[in-house]
């Protein structure tokens, strides 16, 4: 999660000056909170333990190993 943030605020604020020099409005005009932050990394992280681990995608029942499930 920090290398997804250390490469995103860089290319957000690049984005955002480059839509300034053309007298744009800001693509992201977004300010990321420490609050929001955690809660992001929290997301990921629950996100990340669940689809690394096959044993734990079935007992959520998603699709393992791009196999679709049927529904009933």
Known sequence: ????????L????????????????DLYPFVLPPKVLEKMRFIHTVIDEIT?????????GAPVDGQ???LD
């Open 52 to 60: 690394s681990d096959p044993a734990k995608l079935a007992e959520v």
């Open 1 to 8: 999660f920090d290398t997804i943030i250390e490469m995103w």
């Open 10 to 25: 860089p290319l957000a604020w690049s984005l955002n000056m480059v839509n300034r020099s053309m007298g744009k409005d």
């Open 68 to 70: 679709m499930q049927q």
